[in-house]
């Protein structure tokens, strides 16, 4: 069963939760035999920009000392036969056309997006 | 007819958002169908099932805690379980145990087991289909 992640909603509580917690899912569940995909969308293309940081988190004396790495997850993904895609419209729209990106991530066009979506099995949207 | 079996992935905190309502809306018809029915708890919908969810009076609608009756989570799944399994079927509730411990939340209803991602795996590689509702 091929299942395609969609992930749209980005740095959703990735403080707190030190990744995204559908990445991390993914990850999760692909150590686990299952075969996924992954497709960004929306501000989550953001997910694929190498150069972003998100460390130095400190209230009063308490600081962040494992940030998220969302970069490296993503990376990682990529390590484990995860396909990542993003949507180049939505890179576009948020100026990253020529940004950096996760070595490995692939762009899709929209009018590419239905053959992809017919890849898979199930799509599930977070 | 064939028994369908579904699984629903929920993410949203309970009393923060009508998309926990929807799905529980969407339980309740499948549940009176019979079907076999999962349910994944991803991060605060963990807290649907925390046992110690509890009733209040609400001075503003001038009700004491009886007459107020308010909603809980709880009360709905458990309300879900025995009505899967009064029609034939069953709803198998799982949340996915790290979220758990993050919130202190182990204090869980009948019926909710601690999982993880593998679960959701098996649970839909089992399923004729799945549908996440997530937080957005």
């Given at each position: 069963m091929k299942t395609l992640q969609i992930i749209?909603?980005?740095?959703?509580?990735t403080i707190e939760e030190q990744d995204d917690t559908v990445v991390w899912i993914t990850r999760a569940m692909r150590g686990a035999g299952a075969e996924l995909d992954v497709l960004l969308t929306g501000?989550?293309?953001?997910?694929?920009?190498?150069?972003?940081d998100s460390s130095g988190l400190a209230f009063g004396g308490w600081r962040?000392?494992?940030?998220?790495?969302i970069a490296g997850d993503i990376a990682a993904l990529l390590a484990k036969g995860v396909s990542v895609y993003y949507l180049a419209e939505h890179a576009g729209e948020r100026g990253l056309e020529d940004v950096p990106l996760v070595q490995g991530v692939q762009p899709l066009r929209r009018a590419e997006l239905p053959a992809l979506l017919g890849r898979y099995d199930r799509v599930w949207q977070w | 007819m064939q028994t369908r079996t579904l699984t629903f992935v929920l993410m949203d905190a309970p009393f923060e958002s009508a998309r926990t309502t929807t799905a529980m809306r969407l339980l309740d018809i499948a549940a009176r169908r019979g079907y076999q029915l999962n349910v994944f708890a991803y991060e605060g919908a963990?807290?649907?099932?925390?046992?110690?969810?509890a009733a209040h009076p609400n001075a503003a609608h001038g009700r004491d805690v009886h007459e107020e009756n308010h909603p809980l989570p709880r009360d709905w799944i458990s309300a879900l379980m025995e009505s899967a399994s009064r029609n034939g079927g069953a709803l198998r509730w799982v949340n996915c145990g790290l979220c758990v411990d993050e919130r202190g939340?182990?204090?869980?209803?009948?019926g909710a087991a601690r999982g993880s991602p593998t679960d959701l795996w098996q649970l839909a590689e089992q399923s004729d289909n799945t549908l996440v509702i997530a937080t957005k």
């Open positions: 749209r909603t980005a740095y959703r509580a501000d989550a293309v953001s997910y694929a920009v190498q150069a972003q962040q000392t494992q940030p998220p790495r | 963990v807290g649907l099932t925390f046992a110690r969810q939340v182990g204090e869980a209803i009948a």
